[in-house]
Structure formats: structure tokens, C-alpha cells
Nanobody, 124 residues
């Protein structure tokens, strides 16, 4: 059974950085494309990034392009989301999820299994 666990969230000042981790258990991460999305109170779910299996290809939402970067370490069964130049509007619960394909962008990401999320709070 696919199980993902997110970690690395926290409280950071505007302009700061955080690196989130998405760890997999009981399955080989290599075969899965992994996306990150966030959910803020009262807002719709927003897809942020996607990284395919080997060879890795990364796709980003326009809203985070140039600030966020995703990577993966299949030996550690972990996918990362490096977030730089954080803004108060980045405050949300961040989740990682399996997707069938990264495709061309967020509209093509159909989330499968996802974790419980990790809270990111950016203060002004």
C-alpha cells in the first residue's frame, strides 16, 4: 500500500526558505511521479510541482516557478521541495502525492495517494 509522509514544515519569516521532504514506505518510489500541492483555509487545492521517475523531469506551476524546486533521491525513497523567497501567501498545508504523469502542468495532475501534510506558515 502506498504511504507518503511529509515533513519539514514550520514557521518562517517572509523571504526565508524551507525544504520539505516526502518519504515513501513499502513501495519503490522510482516508479512514481510525485507532485506537491498545498491547501490553505478557504482556498482551493493548488498544484505546485511534479517530478517524474528516472530520468527525472520537473514541471512547475507558474505561481512558484523560479522560487520552488523539486528533486528526488530514489535510494532514500524521498522527494524534496525546496522553497525559497517565501511569502505570507505561501502559508498552507503542503502535501505530496502520487500522480500518473507530470504531463504539461497542474491541470494534468490527478492525485492518487497523499500524506497527512506538513504546515508551512510564513510571517510578514
Amino acid at each position: 500500500q502506498v504511504k507518503l509522509v511529509e515533513s519539514g514544515g514550520g514557521l518562517v519569516q517572509a523571504g526565508g526558505s524551507l525544504r520539505l521532504s516526502c518519504s515513501a514506505s513499502a513501495f519503490a518510489l522510482d516508479y512514481y511521479a510525485i507532485a506537491w500541492f498545498r491547501q490553505a483555509p478557504g482556498k482551493e487545492r493548488e498544484g505546485l510541482s511534479c517530478i517524474s521517475g528516472s530520468p527525472s523531469r520537473m514541471v512547475y506551476a507558474e505561481s512558484v516557478k523560479g522560487r520552488f524546486a523539486t528533486s528526488r533521491d530514489n535510494r532514500k525513497k524521498t522527494v524534496y521541495l525546496q522553497m525559497n523567497s517565501l511569502k505570507p501567501e505561501d502559508t498552507a498545508v503542503y502535501h505530496c502525492a502520487t500522480v500518473v504523469s507530470c504531463g504539461s502542468g497542474p491541470d494534468s495532475w490527478h492525485f492518487g495517494a497523499w500524506g497527512q501534510g506538513t504546515q508551512v506558515t510564513v510571517s510578514s
